[in-house]
């Protein structure tokens, strides 16, 4: 009886495995190109010219709408949780506090309850205002699959997995793989800060007293090292932005790559591709003369690359909704 019960009990466990990763796999299926084509035509179209139109003002929403899509998939999955409000919501969290871009979908979503109300989702505006703002940026544009639901629960003390500049390369890459993200989309989805900026405080550290002798990241190139530090001082003001990649900090190409190659990262997390021998290898790929041939062509793995992303966790009818307001659940 008693081996019975064990090989039952095992059987059990190896059907909830299944049911778990083919009903993700079911729930990324769903999503398809095209998916507003009857129901709401011009559903992309309006998205574009909104984000087109705050882009216009202020080109540097592009990467906070980057960055706003990425915070989301991370948690909960790819449902627009991080668009809701409320104390204990995600845009509560820590990791969250400095995102931009709410204003951006809010009038996306505005725009589109008035041409077919309730038909296209939070979620799957985050998803086309992201590829959108990487494509007014010089980069490259992909279609975008849609169908996504919008999610329910929104909870900070659930934003707790979402990687930070501290991270060694082993947390970044448990960190995605968990999300399943292989470490090839990892480098790819980083050099999504070929465009955007950071405060000083996130990694003035690395410039005074980094060392249990006092001196800088030894991963700094000296040139770069002495730039950095006029520009962040070290009772400075830690709030002031700098560029991600001040090679080219509004247009999105692979000079990041070229910049880690170099010792020129800002964030740590980011320099320390360079010294990982599996990232290594992509990022030098990338910062290649030879792209297309011998190296990878970021332009075209990115748009890949935020596909798989955009497709974590998505929710269906049975677990998501289509929000009236982005803010808030219905």
């Known amino acids: 009886m008693g081996v019975y019960v064990g090989k039952y009990c095992y059987v059990m466990i190896i059907v909830l495995v299944l049911v778990l990763v083919l009903g993700k796999e079911v729930r990324s299926q769903l999503l398809k190109n095209g998916y507003y084509s009857t129901s709401c035509p011009k559903a992309e179209s309006i998205v574009r010219s909104t984000v087109e139109s705050h882009f216009d003002s202020d080109p540097t929403i592009s990467p906070g709408l980057l960055r706003l899509h990425f915070h989301d998939c991370f948690v909960q999955g790819c449902d627009g949780s991080v668009l809701i409000k409320g104390k204990s919501a995600e845009q509560a969290a820590l990791p969250n506090l400095g995102l931009r871009g709410f204003e ?10 008035l041409e077919c109300p309730g038909v296209v989702s939070c979620a799957d505006i985050l998803a086309l205002a992201a590829r959108d703002s990487v494509d007014l940026s010089d980069g490259p544009s992909w279609r975008v699959p849609t169908g996504r639901k919008d999610g329910r629960i929104s909870l900070a003390k659930e934003a707790s997995n979402l990687p930070s500049p501290l991270d060694s390369v082993a947390v970044q890459k448990q960190k995605f793989q968990d999300k399943g993200l292989d470490t090839h989309d990892l480098v790819t989805l980083l050099g999504a800060h070929t465009i955007g900026q950071t405060d000083c405080l996130f990694f003035r550290y690395r410039l005074y007293n980094f060392t249990v002798t006092g001196n800088s990241d030894p991963t700094i190139s000296p040139s770069f090292l002495t730039q950095l530090k006029t520009l962040c001082p070290p009772n400075g003001d830690g709030s002031k932005r700098v560029a991600l990649d001040i090679g080219s900090p509004s247009k999105f190409d692979e000079s990041f790559f070229k910049n880690l190659r170099d010792g020129n990262g800002i964030l740590e997390s980011d320099q320390r591709l360079w010294s990982d021998a599996e990232t290594n290898e ?44 982005c803010s808030k659940v219905n």
Do not use: N, P, Q
């Open 104 to 113: 951006v979908i809010d009038d996306a979503k505005a725009r589109l309850e």
């Open 282 to 325: 992509v990022v030098k790929k990338y910062a290649s003369r030879l792209r297309g041939l011998l190296g990878f062509r970021f332009d075209y793995e990115f748009g890949k690359a935020m596909i798989k992303m955009s497709s974590i966790d998505v929710k269906t009818d049975v677990d998501g909704e289509v929000r009236k307001v």
